[in-house]
C-alpha cells in the first residue's frame, strides 16, 4: 500500500533562518506531488506541485522554493523564513484523478 | 478560473441527526471531480467521498452522501447519524481533468461540531 512521509511534525525557527520540509512517497512511482499551506483559519492554497523529477511548477510567487531530486521524494525550502511563512505546511500524492492521499503536515512557527 | 465556495464558516448538530454541508463551484469545464475532505483536530486531511462529474449518481461512502446539482455546480456534503468523531473541518474540492496537472481548489472550509 502506499504511504506518505512528511517531517518534521513542528519547527520553530527565528525569522531570516533557512527551512527545508521533506516528503517521502513509497508504494508508487511517478506521483504527482503537492506542497500545500493552510493559514489559520483559511483553507489551503497551493504552494508547488510537480509532475515528475526536476519540474516544479509554482503557483504562488513567494520566498519559498521546491525541489525534486527523486521520484518519490519532494522538499520544501526557504533560504530566508519570514514571519509571513508561517502555517501548516500539507504535502500530497496523487496518481490520475482519484484525488490526494495527504501527510500529516508541518506545523511551523517563525518567530 | 475555477473557484469553490462554502458559504457556511461553522456548524453544529446534535449526535445522532442528520446534517448538510453547502458547497458551490464555479467552472466553465463538463468534465470535473469533486471531492470532500475532513480534517479533525489532529489535521490530517482525509479523502471523506469523490463525485465525477458525468456521473448523474450521487456518490455515498456510508453515513456520507453528496447531493449533486451539475446545473446548478452544487456540490452539498449530508452527515447521517452524526457522532461525536465527525467534528472537524470539512473541505469541498473541484478538480479539472484539463490544464494544472490534477490540482485541486479547495473552499476555505466548514467547521462542523457534533454535540452529544
Known amino acids: 500500500s502506499q504511504t506518505i512521509h512528511q517531517w518534521p511534525a513542528t519547527l520553530v525557527q527565528p525569522v531570516g533562518s533557512p527551512l527545508s520540509l521533506e516528503c517521502t512517497v513509497e508504494?508508487?512511482?511517478?506521483?504527482?506531488l503537492y506542497w500545500y499551506r493552510q493559514a489559520a483559519g483559511r483553507g489551503l492554497q497551493l504552494l508547488f506541485y510537480?509532475?515528475?523529477?526536476?519540474?516544479i511548477s509554482s503557483e504562488v510567487p513567494q520566498n519559498l522554493s521546491a525541489s525534486r531530486p527523486q521520484d518519490r521524494q519532494f522538499i520544501l525550502s526557504s533560504k530566508k523564513l519570514l514571519l509571513s511563512d508561517s502555517g501548516f505546511y500539507l504535502c500530497?500524492?496523487?496518481?490520475?484523478?482519484?484525488?490526494?492521499?495527504f501527510g500529516s503536515g508541518t506545523r511551523l512557527t517563525v518567530v | 478560473a475555477q473557484t469553490v465556495t462554502q458559504s457556511q464558516p461553522e456548524m453544529s448538530v446534535q449526535e445522532a441527526e442528520t446534517v448538510t454541508l453547502s458547497c458551490t463551484y464555479d467552472?466553465?469545464?463538463?468534465?470535473?471531480?469533486l471531492f470532500w475532505y475532513k480534517q479533525p483536530p489532529s489535521r490530517q486531511m482525509i479523502l471523506v467521498i469523490r463525485?465525477?462529474?458525468?456521473?448523474?449518481q450521487n456518490a455515498t461512502e456510508n453515513r456520507f452522501s453528496v447531493n449533486f446539482q451539475k446545473a446548478a455546480k452544487s456540490f452539498s456534503l449530508k452527515i447521517s447519524d452524526s457522532q461525536l468523531g465527525d467534528t472537524a473541518m470539512y473541505f469541498c474540492?473541484?478538480?479539472?481533468?484539463?490544464?494544472?496537472?490534477?490540482?485541486?481548489?479547495f473552499g476555505k472550509g466548514t467547521k462542523l461540531s457534533v454535540k452529544p
Open positions: 500530497a500524492w496523487s496518481r490520475e484523478f482519484y484525488g490526494y492521499t
Open positions: 510537480s509532475v515528475g523529477i526536476g519540474q
Open positions: 463525485q465525477e462529474a458525468y456521473k448523474q
Open positions: 508504494g508508487t512511482s511517478n506521483p504527482n
Open positions: 467552472t466553465s469545464e463538463s468534465n470535473y471531480y
Open positions: 474540492a473541484f478538480m479539472s481533468l484539463g490544464g494544472s496537472q490534477g490540482n485541486l481548489i
